[in-house]
């Protein structure tokens, strides 16, 4: 089974929309964290936001947001008012396991196009 | 503030050839990890140093990959004997503390090795 799913490959939204990005994950571990990544054309993978398998609240980051529903064990990114700039691939990860460890489990990840 | 770098940016070379791929970490940042980004796998862990030892290498996928790291600092990757299906992107990201779980993987640009 995967451990995180992301079931949509690739998402084309109207620029200053709103998008959810969609991530369910799969994990047996009380204690886990998730992260969004955003992969430009560049390459460069970079970190969005966190959310801690314990934390109370969702997680914000600016126009970034994490809806995190622990029940459902889904973890949607919503990035508001969206922007040409937000066109890249982005990665929904895990983290679970041996304290001090802290490897990251990718999702395959949805291609995001800001049409203006 | 200088982030993860790696070299070389590119890497071409012929099957059955050795080579070398280097990461120098965000200062201070004691943990690292390699991962590698191909389109038939997806973004998949390799290996994790703490400090200069490594005590997860689960994800090296043949005897052929080694790495290692000195000083607590720069890291190798190493692959003997490279086979067109080692053709990928290898990314290197570093965290400060392999205890702080909240700590963030900050990642390199990667080096995008092509075997002919």
């Known amino acids: 089974a995967q451990k995180i799913t992301q079931t949509q490959p690739g998402m084309f939204v109207q620029e200053k929309e709103a998008v959810t990005l969609d991530c369910t994950y799969d994990?047996?571990?009380?204690?886990?964290?998730l992260f969004w990544y955003k992969q430009p054309s560049s390459g460069e993978m970079i970190f969005l936001i966190y959310q801690g398998s314990y934390d109370q609240q969702n997680a914000t980051e600016g126009r970034y947001s994490l809806n995190f529903q622990k029940a459902r064990k889904s973890a949607n990114l919503v990035i508001s008012a969206s922007q040409l700039g937000d066109s890249a691939m982005y990665f929904c990860a895990m983290r679970e396991g041996p304290f001090g460890n802290e490897k990251l489990t990718f999702g395959t990840g949805t291609r995001l196009t800001i049409i203006p | 503030g200088a982030g993860v770098s790696q070299s070389p940016s590119n890497k071409v070379t012929e099957k059955g050839k050795d080579v070398e791929l280097r990461c120098d970490p965000i200062?201070?940042?004691?943990?690292l990890y390699w991962y590698r980004q191909s389109l038939g796998q997806g973004l998949e862990f390799l290996i994790y140093f703490q400090g200069n030892s490594a005590p997860d290498k689960s994800g090296l996928p043949s005897d052929r990959f080694s790495a290692e790291r000195t000083g607590g600092s720069v890291s190798t990757l190493t692959i003997q004997r490279t086979q067109q299906e080692d053709s990928a992107v290898y990314l290197c990201?570093?965290?400060?503390?392999?205890?702080?779980?909240?700590?963030?993987?900050?990642f390199g640009p990667g080096t995008r090795l092509t075997v002919l």
């Open positions: 994990t047996s571990d009380p204690s886990y964290g």
């Open positions: 200062s201070g940042h004691t943990a």
């Open positions: 990201a570093s965290r400060r503390s392999g205890r702080n779980r909240m700590d963030t993987q900050y």
